[in-house]
């Protein structure tokens, strides 16, 4: 079965910190990933997806980036992390165009 | 452009009442996916329900039951005889079913809460 894990899964970063949250998925090959942020008491806002390595789609122009060095590894990163960056981080997966994506148990940021 | 409204912000029931949670969404393309998914306090989406547009059949799974209606744009999600693990923040979400479009768009969510 298909499993899909993120750390850390909290972190507490001063402002001008660099970031960097990793995702990995397994069970399952060349998936679709995805990033999205939760802000508090808001709904999901995705930030980024891939549907292979190297290959990165930007859904908002933002403070971050990501990066897919592996099939199944996805990564989000900041160079100097902004007050706004706090959040709940969320990564996902899918398969086969009609499935749902699956998400991961999140991290939850807090920049100070 | 795609939208999904959740218009009930929060829901109180007590244990064992049934409970309506609303989905409204707007869409210009003839087919499409709608999403149920619930969120429990400890963060992790969980996936409930996944509805093509074409396959308007109301569906049951135990005390979840779901009504689709493309003529007024709704899908809605009913608990029956609800209980405290039901308790959680729940999205609808909806996405273009063409080759490449990535983007799930979700409502803000309904909070629930079961009153023991």
């Known amino acids: 079965s298909q499993t899909i894990h993120q750390w850390p899964a909290t972190l507490v970063q001063p402002v001008g910190s660099p970031l960097s949250l990793e995702c990995t998925v397994e069970?399952?090959?060349?998936?679709?990933l995805y990033w999205y942020r939760q802000a508090a008491g808001r709904g999901l806002q995705l930030l980024f997806y891939?549907?292979?390595?190297?290959?990165i789609s930007s859904e908002v122009p933002q403070n971050l980036s990501a990066s897919r060095p592996q099939d199944r590894q996805f990564i989000l990163s900041s160079k100097k992390l902004l007050l706004s960056d706090s959040g709940f981080y969320l990564c996902?997966?899918?398969?086969?165009?009609?499935?749902?994506?699956?998400f991961g148990p999140g991290t939850r940021l807090t920049v100070t | 452009a795609q939208k999904v409204t959740q218009a009930q912000t929060e829901i109180s029931v007590v244990e064992k009442e049934d409970v309506t949670l609303d989905c409204v969404y707007e869409?210009?393309?003839?087919?499409?996916?709608l999403f149920w998914y619930k969120q429990p306090p400890s963060g992790e989406l969980v996936f409930l329900i996944r509805?093509?547009?074409?396959?308007?059949q109301n569906e049951i799974s135990g005390r979840y039951s779901w009504n689709f209606q493309k003529s007024t744009s709704s899908f809605n999600f009913t608990i029956t005889a609800s209980q405290v693990v039901d308790s959680a923040v729940y999205f609808c979400?909806?996405?273009?079913?063409?080759?490449?479009?990535?983007?799930?768009?979700f409502g803000t969510g309904t909070r629930l809460t079961i009153i023991p």
């Open positions: 996902a997966w899918r398969t086969g165009a009609p499935n749902p994506q699956y």
């Open positions: 069970g399952t090959s060349n998936p679709n």
């Open positions: 891939s549907v292979g390595i190297g290959q």
């Open positions: 869409t210009r393309d003839t087919t499409y996916y």
């Open positions: 509805r093509n547009s074409f396959d308007e």
């Open positions: 979400a909806l996405r273009r079913s063409n080759f490449g479009n990535e983007k799930l768009t």
